[in-house]
Every structure is written in C-alpha cells, then in structure tokens.
C-alpha cells in the first residue's frame, strides 16, 4: 500500500472525494428543488400556464349577449327658419312595403309598420318628426333596415331642413334637404316604393 504525504491512501481519498461531491449534488438539489429563483420562476410559469389555459377555455365557453331590444329613434326630420304655415313630413318604408307618415286629413299619420311609431304631424316655423323602431337592438345582427322620403312643402319652405338616420349597424348619418320630394335609402335596404307622392 502507497501513502501519501498526509498519511491517507489515495484510493480512500478518491472515495472520501467521491462521496463528498455526492452528498454536495444531493445537498444543491434539495436547494434548488425547495427554494432557489429558478425553481420559484418555474412554478410560476406553470401556475401562469394553467391559468392561461384556463382563461383560454372561458373565452371559448364566454357568450356575448345582447341587449334586448329596445325603442330607437331611426330617422328624424329636423327644420328651423321657416314661417308659421311650413309644413314638412316624414315618411318611413320597410322591407315589405308597409308605410309609417301622414296620408291626408281624414286619416292623419298611419303607423303601418309592426313595432315602429311616427312621432305625429308637425308643422310651424321649426320642429321635428321622427320614426322609431320600437325592437331595435343595440349590436344585433337582425336588425331591419327602413328607407325614407322628406316632404318640404312650398310655398315657404324652411330655410334650413336635414335628416338624420340611424342604419340598422347603429351608425349615424345626417344629410341636408332641399324643397319638394326627397327619397333616403341606405345601401342594402329597402327603396322608396316609386309609386308614392308627397300628400
């Protein structure tokens, strides 16, 4: 047997080495398992993954709900500096023909069109009629689509007439109106029956 100069025979010395890094690689592994950064970031992501996962599947499982429906005002006819006895009236048309407006004294406004009203006839140096859908839903894709004619009598019409219409997509449009007969159709929509003439 060979010694060596601290008195400890080399083979021993390699075991004893052996052993001491062994319990060294037993000893870092129980840290890092239980408490380094690296373990704790790793958790982390696991529990993020999860949790991603988890908020993907209610995505998934989410369902948009929509407003129920609900009184809009679709068109509206506004006018201002006319004189005493201007007259302007609104008429609304649906899909099937049916009509909303004013047809002659003896009958006065006729609300023809299902779950909608006119606001009444208005005459007078300013003020406004207008169409309400009475089952419009605020992002619904079913929504109907309506078309429109304004009548600005003379003689002396209002200086200053517009419309204004709601599509059935909920945007906004306002257009300015001149004397006589004007017909307001939205891309897609109904068009004015050609047969009707201001009253």
Sequence with gaps: MQVTGNGISPRWGIVALVAFLGLAVMAGGSATASGSPQALAAKKCKKHR????????????????????????????????????????????????????????????????PNAVHSGDVHGASGAETFTDNIFVIGGPANREFSYIACVYDPNPPSSVSFTGVARNGQTSTVPISAGQTALTVPGGPPVPSSFICP
């Design 50 to 113: 999860r949790s991603a996962d988890a908020a993907k599947k209610k995505k998934c499982k989410r369902k948009i709900v929509l407003p129920a429906p609900a009184p809009l005002v679709r068109g509206k006819l506004t006018w201002s500096g006319g004189a005493s006895n201007s007259e302007v009236d609104l008429h609304a048309f649906d899909s099937s023909g049916n009509h909303t407006g004013w047809i002659d004294p003896s009958s006065g406004v006729v609300n023809g069109i």
